[in-house]
């Protein structure tokens, strides 16, 4: 299902120009473990070195990570913001309102494009405020425009409609 929604993303887009990607800002967020992988780790040893303290790997009971979430677009590289804890609805929508948003009205064209993943937090009914766009969703992303996502948010800074 995605990669079909993906080639017909693909196929859609394939007229635009530098400068309509130019207009999109994307985002994410990124989890970076200070001390090791949350992953399985491999570790080569010749035969018959296997208890061999050179081939060993020290464990981490409890690594310490960070979250952070930021976003970029064509030309720049946005703010980072950490996340403390998890991650739910209203601190996203604090991060997009303090973060973002002052950041894409400062750089970005006059219309741009939000791009992020599906997340559910990022479609929240308490983020969006009004029901997303008509064919707005993307394979791997929701695509709002600055009107859809600025509903109730004047322009000038942040102020509530």
């Known amino acids: 299902m995605n990669r079909r929604a993906r080639l017909k993303f693909a196929k859609e887009h394939l007229a635009w120009t530098s400068a309509n990607w130019a ?3 994307w985002s994410d967020e990124s989890k ?3 001390f090791s992988s949350d992953g399985i780790r491999y570790v080569r040893r010749p035969p018959g ?4 303290v050179r081939y060993q790997m ?3 009971k ?3 990570s960070v979250m952070v979430w930021g976003c970029f677009s064509r030309d720049m590289i946005g ?3 950490r996340v403390e804890g ?3 609805a209203p601190m996203y929508r604090d991060i997009l309102e303090n973060t973002m948003l002052p950041h894409a009205i400062e750089k970005m064209p006059a219309e741009w494009i939000f791009q992020q993943d599906n997340d559910p937090k990022n479609a929240s009914n308490l983020l969006m405020g009004t029901k997303p766009m008509p064919g707005s969703q993307l394979p791997d992303g929701l695509k709002i425009t600055m009107s859809t996502f600025c509903h109730g948010i004047s322009e000038s800074g ?3 409609n």
């Open 86 to 88: 998890l991650m739910n």
């Open 23 to 25: 207009k999109v800002l």
């Open 49 to 52: 070195k296997r208890y061999d």
């Open 62 to 64: 409890h690594s310490k």
């Open 32 to 34: 970076f473990n200070l």
């Open 158 to 160: 942040l102020e509530s």
């Open 58 to 60: 020290p464990t981490v």
């Open 79 to 81: 703010p980072i913001a």
